[in-house]
């Protein structure tokens, strides 16, 4: 079956084993990894697929230095093993959808000799941690090396610096390819399907059925199901109430502001990261996609849907910018801004942390209702998205099945469109046919192989200073279940977080594209 509503709504007359609530990253690793044991599953998510946190985060595949930092000025053993996990499954990201997730090298400038000898035994020991599965070995530099990588960094003061390794990615295609490899397996997957009640067993009280209403069409839906599978992020307590109301709230939202600037602030491929800010954050510079990142803020916030930045964020994200750049950018240069909402897990009933969400680890939990017997999957981070699923059907297969969890195999699992092997013959293909190389590289970088089938469409460009061709709109509704511009821009595109004049442009060329 082709991957659009159409197709997937044709499966909601199949029974299910499991329904999964939640389209981020976290409820399609549960779905993959559910399908690849055997399982019927039916994932619905309320908006599109990453719409909401999946979508907006710094872009990064990373371990945490700030952290392990953490972890060894506090002893905290539990920092610690995060940034472990963390660094061991960063390899996998990369390996698994290499189209959508590269390594990126980071640079720390150093101020001062002792800070110099500091971040480079902290970053040594990062590589220690990853063991043989570090991408590259970090190093020490001194300023004519570091001016070499980061041209835009200003060198007034700096000493040296370190240069280590994380990893990149494409936060809302990668969650795509996970559920189309998910539906591949057999899950039925369904955006604009909106949660609105369970049915529960008379006798158990546990939940027996999911209601949800097909946004687009206002039709509703009830589905039996064995088991129910809590993967909202920050609206985590929403869904556990609605299952059992007595439950206390454990999620607390912190948000993350970034802003956007053109890349010629920023060039070169080499990111920043600034280790000390006045109010002990960190804060990364990273080249995307022509444009350059700067981000992100910690702190607490109200739970809402597409939190807008607030002119102190802007104000305060640019004023480090500027500190550490030669050319200096103001608000008129800001291109575009997106602010996350992260899912931090604190402890029941713990006040004392309520007001620092900076303190608060980024670790997992999984929660098992003993009323309803609904399994929530709360807190964690993207780039521990699989031991997040994996952790989740362990748990799900002993505590609700009742029986010895089956074997997770999505550790060395390509995901739709990560056939490497492919690159270079699609190379070939974009050639003779005349493509430009920043079309080349787009379509491969967000399609990977399956952008052979962009080739046989329409390749006039949607706008003369993009990439984009107009074959890859039909193929994104009919094979991405985009359903309108928002869908494309945002997410299957990507370009409403890097560029939004540009995006209205398009709207305006195109707007028979998605014409209600």
Known sequence: MA???????????????LCIIGGGATGAGVALDASLRGYRVLLIEKGDFASQTSSKSTKLVHGGV???EQAFKKLDWQQFKMVYKALHERRILLQNAPHLAQPLALLTPCYTWFDRIYYRIGMWVYDRIAGHTNL?????????????????????????????????????????????SAEAAGACVLNYAALTSFIHSPKSLKVKEVCFQDVISGESYQVAVKAVVNATGPFTDA????????????????????????????????ALLIPKTDDGRVIFVIPWQDYVLVGTTDEP?????????????????????????????????????????????QAALDAA?????????????????????????MGGKWTTYRVMASDTLDVLELEV???????????????????????????????ALGLAEATHQHLWETYGSHGFALLKGDLQLVHPDLPYINSEIEYLKQHE?????????MRRWGLGLRNQRLCEEIKGIKKEAFAS
């Not at 991957?3 to 084993?17: G, H, I, M, V």
């Open 401 to 431: 099945f009742s029986r010895s969890p089956r074997a997770c195999i999505t550790a060395n699992y390509s995901l739709s469109g990560g056939d490497e092997s492919m690159r270079e013959q699609f190379r070939v293909a974009t050639k």
């Open 353 to 377: 942390m309520a007001s620092d969400t900076k303190s608060l680890v980024r670790d997992h939990e999984v929660e098992v209702d003993g009323r309803s017997k609904l399994v929530s999957i």
């Open 481 to 489: 279940m985009a359903t309108c511009w928002d869908d494309v821009l």
């Open 136 to 180: 590259e070995p970090s190093r020490g530099l001194g300023p004519k090396q570091m001016r070499a990588l980061s041209p835009a960094l200003s060198l007034e003061h700096v000493r040296g610096g370190v240069l280590y390794f994380d990893g990149q990615l494409n936060d809302a295609r990668y969650a795509l390819a996970i559920l189309q």
């Open 66 to 68: 700030r952290y392990l």
């Open 301 to 345: 916030d109200t739970l809402r849907e597409n939190p807008p930045i607030l002119s102190e964020e802007i104000d305060y994200l640019l004023d480090y910018f500027n500190r550490y750049a030669t050319g200096k950018a103001s608000r008129s240069d800001v291109s575009a801004t997106f602010v996350g909402q992260r899912p931090l897990l």
């Open 239 to 270: 869904i556990r109430s609605m299952a059992n109301p007595k439950l206390r709230p454990r999620m607390k939202v912190s948000r993350g502001a970034h802003i956007v600037l053109p890349a010629s602030f920023w060039p070169g491929e080499t």
């Open 3 to 17: 991957f659009n509503r159409a197709d997937q709504l044709t499966k909601l007359s199949e029974p299910f084993d």
